[in-house]
């Protein structure tokens, strides 16, 4: 059986409606599901179908807790799309047709461990385009030969656009 609650996060007020100043016209909830150990939850927006010009209208001052939790449950088609939504995702916990996996280029404690010396040289290397730009400047000097079309390619981009 799953069971739904959900948190009031937020409430929308609009300046004035129907002459009511900071009247609320909608909700941010945290709705949760729970089915056995199994929890599923979204943050939603459900819009309040509030009757402003009804005497019993409650000012904001003196709303409570109690009283938009009755607006929330009243708007009856939202929050059973929104349950439904969250039924979906507890099943799929149940029996997943799909799994999250990390990019293989990304180490993880469940992808096999590289080298130790393969992950420090990683992370430890100079930036790709720092060693470009050291073998750049080896080559403009002359300590590596500049008869490569890399040196050809950087040396007309360094003509076209000189420093200033």
């Not at 409570?64 to 939504?85: L, P």
């Not at 400047?137 to 030969?145: F, K, L, N, Q, V």
Request: glycine letters at 2%.
């Amino acid at each position: 059986m799953i069971t739904f609650t959900f948190d009031i996060l937020q409430l929308v007020c609009e300046q004035q409606i129907d002459n009511q100043p900071n009247a609320v016209s909608g909700a941010h909830i945290r709705l949760t599901a729970t089915n056995g150990e199994q929890t599923r939850s979204n943050v939603v927006f459900v819009p309040l179908s509030v009757d402003y010009n009804n005497t019993n209208f409650i000012a904001f001052d003196q709303l409570t807790d109690n009283q938009v939790r009755t607006w929330i449950m009243a708007e009856t088609a939202v929050m059973n799309e929104y349950k439904r939504s969250l039924e979906i995702m507890l099943a799929e916990v149940a029996e997943p047709t799909s799994l999250n996996r990390d990019p293989p280029w990304v180490v993880t404690a469940s992808a096999p461990s590289e080298s130790a010396y393969v992950l420090l040289r990683r992370t430890n290397y100079p930036r790709v385009t720092d060693q470009l730009d050291m073998l750049w400047h080896s080559m403009d000097t002359g300590e590596i030969a500049k008869s490569t079309a890399f040196y050809d390619a950087i040396k007309a981009v360094k003509d076209q656009y000189p420093k200033s």
